[in-house]
Structure formats: structure tokens, C-alpha cells
């Protein structure tokens, strides 16, 4: 994303469910969002292929602002090859059902959750079984 102003924008709501199947890096630091970001529930779903998320903080992205997200239900649902670390600094309060379900399966994956997220441990009991997801130093 280079310079995608989405300022308006409360929803990413499947935003990549389009080209989950080829999609394998994700690069977010040039989105732009706002106060008004709401939800990002389902955001990355079913994006098997993908290995790795850049900018899903505020300190490589000061532009994507997360702070009043809410609900990332099923946002790293079935994204079975993600592997590094995500800072999640967003005080979701509402809905994290089933946000990293049967992800970082595949074999040599290990997702990191690290941030100020009060919900850090509850969202790692969301992952499956299965699932190479844990919390960080």
C-alpha cells in the first residue's frame, strides 16, 4: 500500500478475502486509517499462503491507527503459514472469537503476539490445537 488514505474507513471486514489464495506478504505501512477504524474482523481470513504482516503497528505504520478497533473475530482465521511477531496495541473489547484459529499450522511457523493489548493471553487461546501461537517477551 502506498499511500492509500482510508481516513473514513470503520470497516476492513474481509478486506484481503479476494486474494487470500495468492496473497504471501502483506506490506501496510503506507495505509492510512483513522480514529474511525471500528473493526477489522475477518480482515486476513483464509489467507493460507501468507507468511508475514508489515506495519500492523503503530510504530512502523504512525498512519494506521488502531486504538478504537474492536472486534477482530476471525481476522487470522485459517492463515496456517504466518509466522514473526505481531504488536497488537489495539484495546479490542468486544469480539476476538476465533481471531487465530488454525494459524501458524504449518510446519516451522511460530506466531509471536506482543503489544499493549490487555487481551494478549485470550487471544492465544483463541489459536487451535494445533497452532504455533504465542505470546512474546
Known sequence: FTNWIMTNVESLHVFFVPIKNSVKTIN???LR???NLETMWAMFSGCTKLTSIRGLNSTSSPNLVISNV???KNMFNDCSSLTGTLII???VTTSIHSCFTNAATNEGCDL???GSCSKLQ???NTASENSNVRIGN
Do not use: Y
Open 33 to 35: 486509517t483513522s480514529e
Open 122 to 124: 485470550e487471544l492465544v
Open 70 to 72: 474492536n472486534n477482530i
Open 28 to 30: 501496510l505501512t503506507g
Open 89 to 91: 496495541n489495539a484495546n
Open 112 to 114: 509471536v503476539l506482543t
